[in-house]
Structures are given as C-alpha cells and as structure tokens.
C-alpha cells in the first residue's frame, strides 16, 4: 500500500515538475494569459454594478451580495482549472488516439489523465478571484472566524469536486459519442450563469434542476446564502454545510461513469 | 511456452451506414442502421520467446486493431489472448509493464522537452531501479546514438532522431516484448539502417519478442524470421520468411515507355497489369521467360523509348498471395 503510494506521488511530483517546464515554454502565451482572464473578471463584477445601479436589488440581493456570490464561485472555478483541467481533454485525447496511451502504461488510467497536466495558467484564474473575493468579505463584512475559515476551506473542496465531476462525466460522453465539445461548452456557459447570479432568481422548475440533478447551486449560492444569513431566502436544511458531501457524491457517481465509459471504450474501439 | 497466445480471436466494430443526401442522413439520425464489421475474423496464433515476427497486410486488414488488442487497449468480441500467460483483458497493469509499444505515427516523448525529460518520468512509471536504469541507458545510447539529442527539445528532432527516441522510451524498462506498429514509416534510408539494427541487437543480446506490421519490404527481409500477413480479417499465411520470398521472387515487373501509342498486346508468357498513355506494365516469371528474351519480343512489335526491370514491391507480392488464396478457395 505504502509502495503504491510512493509509486503515484512520485510520478505525479515528476508530471508536475515536467508540466511546469512545459508552460514555461511559451512565456507570451503566459502573458496574453495574464492579460485577457482578469480583464474578464473585473468586467463581470462592472456588469454586476450596472445592473444594481439600474434595479437597485436583484430580488433582494444587494451588490455586495452578489459580489459575494460571484467571487466565491471564482475560487472554485480557479481551483478546478488548476487541478482538474484535462477533464476538458476526454474527447480531444479520444479522437488524435493519445488517449490510448495512457492504457498502455500500468497506473490507474484517471490517475495519468488528471496528474498529467497541472495547469499553472489556471493559478493566474485563481488571482482575480481572490482579489474579487477579499473585496466581497469587506463588503459584506464576513468574520475571519476560526469556524468560518474552516466551513469555507470544506466548501471549495466540495465545490472543486462538483465542478470536476461535472467535467469528468461530460468528458466521458466522448467514450460513446467521439465527440463532447458541444456539450462541454454549453456547461462551461450554465456554469458561468448560475455560479454568478442568485439561483432563485430563476424559475422554480430551474432551481429544482441545479439543485437536485447538476447540483450547481452548491458551488456558491447556497454556501453564500449561509454565509451571509438571508432571513428572505431561507433554506429548508442548513444546505450549505452539504457542498463538501454533495461534491464527494456527485464525484464518486463521476468516476462510475468514466469507468463505465472505459468499458465502453475497450470494447468498442476507434 | 509460447510468450504470446491467441485463440480464435473476433473482433466487431459497429458502424452506422451512411448514405448521401439531406434526406438520408436525417433518417439515419432517427433510425441509424447499423452495420457490423468484422475487423478480425477467427484468428489464432502463438509466438514463441525471441521471434521477430512480421505482421503484413494492406491496410485495413486488421493488424493494428490486433496489436491493440494484444496489448489491453482494445478488448475482443471473443476468443482469448494471453500474453506471457496473462489475459490483458483481465490484468492490463502486469501485461503492460512487460511491454513496450511504438506507434511510428504517434510519439510518447514530451513535444516541448527534452528527450531525458521523457525517459525520466517513463523510469517512474515502470518503477525502474536506477542500476536498471542505467545499464538501459548505457545499451540504448550505444545501439542508437542518442548522445546527441538527447538534450534537444523532441520538437527540434528530425523524424529519425524522434523514432529513435520512441523506441528508447519502449524499451526503459527491460520489457520482453515489443510491438512495433510501422515502426519505419516515413524514415530516410539511414534511419531505417539504424531501426532495423536496433531490433536485431536487442533481440539478439535481450532475447526481446518483436512483432512489427510494416509495409516496407525490406524491413521483412531483413528482420523477421516469420511473417503472419492477414486479409480481410483472416490469415492467409503464416510462416518462415523464405518460403514466402521464394514464392515471390520469381515475379518481375517490367515497365515500358513507347515513343507513340500504339496496340498492345499481351505476351504468352507475360501479363499486362498497365497501361495508360505511353505506359505499359508486364509481368512475368523470370522461370519462364527471361527478361531479355522478353524484351527481344514486345521490342518487335512495340516502339520502345526506355524500359526498367523491377522487383515486386510487398503490395505486389501481398497482392500475389491474396489472388492465390482466393483461386485456391474457389477452385477448392
């Protein structure tokens, strides 16, 4: 057991060291990089204080709020990217048969695709978001409490698996299809849509959905309902404390169907 | 023992059948039909420790969906595979450890890296000892001379250097089989001299199992002690290399160019296989006509401007053996 886990840690310390060189490859791709993510961010909050500006709430969400709401989604977001981002690659992989590579080496195969590529461009993701977020905590006054410190460092964790669980079951679509990228950039633009905005602003039968079949409302509008204790939106359960237990869920349901996808895949071929 | 075994493997694919035009294809949406094909059709064969086989066939007969099912890629509709005793199918982590594979399209190296990177975190996969390593190491860089790109970014190689890498990356962790998949397709005269070296010497010193399909005649002649060449699915023929050559050999291949058109007949001891313009192709049995008696003949009756004698190419001679196969199953 012991000899397995030394085997993995040392592959993946190797993967990260050769990924990192590998980035560090082509510096202006890093610039550009630099350039364009938080520009999209800090347009994201403008546009957040446009709205309010105009309607003054949104359905009882104050600015404050809703920066709140925005800048915890961020961090999730730019964890997953950093660590989880060759989810996105399932189907590319599939198609140029790189994918079969990884079969012909003897680790476990999700292992390989997930630690081959430890994506330090996503850490550039992760800075407008922190910068976004501390703003947000002196806005809405959020305590730096020792309890609040840890449900928060629980509710990225969760959030960091329902977002890659997403991404691993979409990819896994390719293990039947081929192809997956219409499906993977509609949930890349679902999840930019309900990670930002309150969830209850949306019509019943949709709150319902991200809630109880794509739990993507566990990512950062309930968790920051908790937070910032709306009286005008009370939740059934205290919900929020479930992000690191839904997240762990919907992760394993992920795995069985990317191993259920592998079958598939052995046994059909190309 | 046999290293490698196989028993009346099958492989489908299903395909859905397109047809052409709007209409078809959004009923084929609706109601796809499906299509079986059988890619490997009821083979069976075993390899014993320290062959170098050829695994020959035009494309599309199946050999790389063979290969991939030898090494757990890809799993058979039925039959069995075993490999050093062991089902890929049901223990791909102990068969890949034993294996080395190359596909000639494809590299495993790190593009933007360079070439050590690769081997280093290869050593950690296979969990090579670094005694292991080294002696690897030692042997690789003599038979193939990586000294001196070692250190080059894989992207900055020329397509030989990078095969010769691939092939170092294959054989870091002592496996005792190797699957070569056109392992020289695309290399200059050299790189080729270099490959098929290679494989020679680390079968001779390492008594390493080599399977290798190819289009290249010359690796054939020059490596495999056996050849398994396969059409449509099935074995046409399987065995030693110079009952299959001399079987071929006798077939020679003259081209004529003609100064103006003009009709061409046949020989009654040559074939035509072409003729377009001022081209014309014969072939014949060098036992039966000699090249100069029938050059002495079609050159009074055709106005001859130039002319060459050719060996068959392996299409020609693979297509020989198909042609055979098949009067014999239908005379049969």
């Known amino acids: 057991m012991l000899s397995v886990l030394r085997h993995y840690g040392s592959v993946a310390a190797c993967y990260l060291r050769l990924t990192f060189q590998q980035q560090l490859e082509y510096p202006l791709f890093l610039v550009s990089w630099m350039l364009m993510i938080p520009i999209q961010y800090f347009a994201g909050i403008y546009l957040l204080k446009v709205i309010i500006d105009h309607f003054r709430h949104l359905n009882g969400w104050t600015y404050p709020d809703l920066v709140f709401i925005f800048g915890l989604g961020l961090l999730s977001h730019g964890l997953m990217v950093v660590f989880f981002i060759n989810s996105w690659m399932i189907g590319r992989m599939v198609i140029d048969g790189t994918f079969d590579r990884l079969l012909l080496r003897p680790m476990n195969v999700f292992f390989q695709l997930i630690a081959s590529y430890f994506n330090f461009i996503g850490l550039i993701d992760l800075i407008p978001g922190i910068i976004i977020f501390l703003y947000a905590c002196s806005l809405v006054g959020f305590e730096w409490t020792l309890p609040n410190i840890l449900k928060l460092v629980l509710i990225l964790a969760g959030a960091v698996l329902i977002r890659a669980a997403l991404f691993v079951m979409i990819g896994s679509i390719a293990f039947w299809t081929k192809k997956n990228a219409a499906v993977h950039n509609f949930a890349l633009v679902i999840l930019e849509r309900t990670t930002m905005y309150p969830l209850n602003l949306y019509p019943y039968l949709i709150q319902a959905l991200f809630t109880f079949v794509i739990p993507i409302g566990f990512i950062s509008f309930y968790p920051a309902s908790a937070f910032l204790d709306r009286d005008r939106f009370v939740l059934p359960f205290d919900l929020a404390i479930l992000t690191p237990v839904i997240g762990l869920v919907f992760y394993g349901l992920s795995q069985l169907i990317f191993n259920w996808g592998l079958r598939k895949y052995e046994s059909a071929g190309t | ?332």
């Open chain 2, 1 to 332: 023992m046999a290293i490698i075994e196989v028993e009346h493997v099958v492989k489908d694919y299903i395909t859905v059948v397109k047809k052409p035009g709007i209409h078809a294809a959004l009923k084929s949406l609706l109601f796809p039909e499906k299509k079986t094909v059988r890619a490997v059709d009821d083979i069976s064969f075993t390899i014993e420790p320290g062959e170098i086989i050829g695994y020959i066939g035009p494309n599309g007969a199946g050999k790389s969906t063979m290969i991939k099912m030898l090494s757990g890629i890809l799993h058979p509709t039925s039959g069995e595979i075993r490999v050093c005793g062991i089902s890929p199918q049901q223990n791909r982590k102990a068969v890949v450890q034993n294996l080395g594979v190359v596909f000639g399209q494809r590299t495993q190296l790190y593009w933007d890296l360079q070439l050590r990177e690769s081997f280093e975190l290869l050593r950690r996969i296979y969990r090579v000892d670094a005694k292991t390593f080294r002696e690897n190491m030692e042997m690789l860089q003599d038979i193939l001379g990586l000294e001196d790109f070692i250190g080059r970014p894989v992207r900055q190689l020329s397509l030989g250097q990078r095969m010769r890498g691939d092939l170092a990356a294959a054989m870091l962790h002592s496996p005792s089989i190797l699957f070569l998949d056109e392992p020289t397709i695309g290399l200059d005269a050299e790189a080729k001299h270099a490959i098929r070296n290679f494989i020679r010497e680390i079968n001779k010193a390492r008594k390493v199992t080599v399977i290798l399909t190819t289009h290249d005649l010359d690796d054939i002649e020059k490596l495999c002690s056996r050849v398994i060449v396969v059409n449509r699915g099935k074995i046409v023929e399987d065995g030693p290399i110079g009952a299959i050559v001399n079987k071929l050999t006798p077939m020679r291949l003259l081209e004529i160019e003609l100064k103006e058109p003009a009709s061409v007949r046949p020989h009654p001891a040559a074939e035509i296989v072409r003729h377009d313009g001022l081209h014309v192709s014969y072939r014949f049995d060098k036992n039966r006509i000699s090249a100069s008696d029938l050059i002495a003949d079609l050159s009074k009756q055709l106005p001859i401007r130039d002319l060459s004698v050719k060996d068959p190419t392996i299409e020609d001679a693979l297509r020989e053996i198909y042609k055979e196969k098949e009067l014999v199953s239908r005379g049969a």
